[in-house]
């Protein structure tokens, strides 16, 4: 049977995700091609982690936000981590080491919809209360102290204190890997 590589053909188109090789066989059928050379193969995975941590450090870098929402993300974050942890693990003395370690840690801080919403929501709760009560008053400083929901500031303290325990270990995580 006569091989001839067509191309790489992608779930995902553009994320650079679940790529493979195939042939066309000689009935015309397209079939997936195995056993690649590992040379060709670790230069696919190099490739592919690089596109994906390229990809979330431009989203990282334009994050102005302590929190963000983890659907801006541009792959999931656990392929993230896989591919940072894949690049230190096989460039450990990297120039960009200390920069991938902290990308590594700051995905944490990419929340799902619900908690970025509790949590942006009761920030911006607590800096107009800060206002309000500023004036000194005693009348407003009650006033302050209403626009507080008490469930979601515990909820929003609980998603704090998780997101802190995460960066924490992952920090441990990465500062493992030499």
Wanted: charged share 30%; proline share 5%.
């Amino acid at each position: 049977m006569e091989v001839q590589t067509k191309g790489i053909y992608s779930k995902r188109p553009g994320t650079g995700m679940d790529q493979i090789l195939y042939y066309r066989s000689q009935d015309g059928t397209e079939v997936p091609m195995t056993g690649f050379p590992s040379e060709t193969k670790d230069a696919q995975d190099a490739e592919r982690r690089s596109t994906i941590i390229a990809d979330y450090l431009r989203v990282l870098e334009n994050c102005p936000l302590s929190v963000s929402r983890e659907s801006s993300l541009p792959y999931p974050k656990k392929i993230i981590r896989h591919a940072i942890i894949e690049e230190l693990r096989e460039n450990p003395a990297s120039e960009l080491r200390n920069y991938l370690e902290v990308a590594y840690v700051q995905l944490e801080t990419f929340l799902p919809w619900d908690e970025y919403r509790l949590l942006r929501g009761f920030q911006f709760a607590c800096a107009i209360t800060q206002e309000v009560a500023r004036s000194g008053k005693p009348r407003d400083i009650i006033a302050s102290a209403r626009l507080l929901d008490r469930n979601e500031g515990i909820r929003a303290v609980e998603i704090q204190e998780s997101i802190s325990e995460q960066m924490k270990k992952r920090q441990e995580e990465i500062s493992s890997i030499r």
